[in-house]
């Protein structure tokens, strides 16, 4: 296999992410499909950022980092509790995914998934930073889903 995909039956690639997975409203993961992973991945990760977030936060805002994730998995959930997963800590503070909610305009969401040579040892009070820095030189493909949320 290979060319990995993400995709999400709850809307398209570059198109508005349903009010409901907001942080203010349900605040529950949209459901995602996971296609092409490589053979030789031993796990995969997700990261879930804001980077319109960096004016009206001074940072990109993360809003869901999980690893370890089975390379078999096809299939996220909607309102996933991954028990076969890790998830780190969230810009809210939170363990798990912590929706959309700009501030100040419409934003645009990045779901980013990583398929790695390895499973990560981290703790779950790790962040994107500390997840991206123990895959580097791991990564076999990555590849993106984005979505736009607007301002509640």
Known sequence: ???????????????RIPEE???TETNVNPPL???GVPDDADSLA???DDPDAKEPA???WDHWIVWNVPPETGTIPEA???DDATEGTN???DHGYGGPNPPDREHTYRFELLALDTTLDLGTDASAADLESAAEGHVLERTRLEGTYPVT
């Open 1 to 15: 296999m290979g060319d990995l995909t993400l995709e999400s039956p709850a809307f398209d690639d570059g198109e």
């Open 21 to 23: 997975y907001g942080y």
């Open 33 to 35: 499909e996971i296609d």
């Open 46 to 48: 997700l990261v879930v």
């Open 58 to 60: 001074g940072t990109v």
């Open 80 to 82: 996933w509790d991954p």
């Open 91 to 93: 810009d809210y503070g």
